[in-house]
């Protein structure tokens, strides 16, 4: 399924929504995508719950990093324990 497409049905998957929370959250999705995104949180309690969390959580190692970039290698292992993590739940 291709969650790049709004009109998709995978963005009422909740799974798929909540694979690119990140990059929402990040500001890197496009304007159509971010506007389905949003659109389906407003409309899934549990995945906002999660989207909350997710949020929170990225505020706290913001606050916490004093403003570092991590480099963009570990950046990548990050998302994909994440999203490994995300799976097995």
Known sequence: MNVDRPGDASFDDCEHVLERVYEFLDNE???ATSDAIR?????CE???DRF??????KALVHRSCGGEAAPS???A???TQL???????
């Open 83 to 89: 999203t490994v993590i995300r799976k097995t739940q």
């Open 46 to 48: 549990p995945c906002l």
């Open 77 to 79: 292992k990050i998302v």
């Open 52 to 57: 909350d969390t997710e949020q929170a959580v």
């Open 39 to 43: 659109q389906h949180l407003a409309m």
């Open 29 to 31: 999705l496009d304007a």
């Open 73 to 75: 290698h570990l950046r």
